[in-house]
C-alpha cells in the first residue's frame, strides 16, 4: 500500500461531483488544502482524502 492520494467511490460531503464520473474532475479540499487533515482529524469535507470532485466543462 503506497500513501497518497486515496481512491474513492463514494462521495464526501465536499464533493460536487460523482468521484471517477466522466466529467469529473479532482480538486484541491478547500477546507483543509489537500492535506486531508483538518484539527488532527480526518477531514470531513474531503474523507480525509485531501481532495474533492467537481464538475469540469461547462454545458
Ligand atoms: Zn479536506
Redesign the pocket.
Known amino acids: 500500500m503506497s500513501e497518497g492520494k486515496q481512491k474513492r467511490d463514494t462521495m464526501s460531503p465536499?464533493d460536487k461531483a460523482q468521484p471517477g464520473a466522466e466529467n469529473a474532475g479532482q480538486d484541491l479540499?478547500p477546507?483543509?488544502n489537500g492535506t486531508?487533515r483538518?484539527k488532527d482529524e480526518d477531514?470531513k469535507?474531503?474523507s480525509?482524502s485531501?481532495t474533492?470532485w467537481v464538475p469540469v466543462g461547462t454545458p
Open positions: 465536499g479540499c477546507e483543509c486531508g483538518y477531514c469535507n474531503c480525509g485531501g474533492i
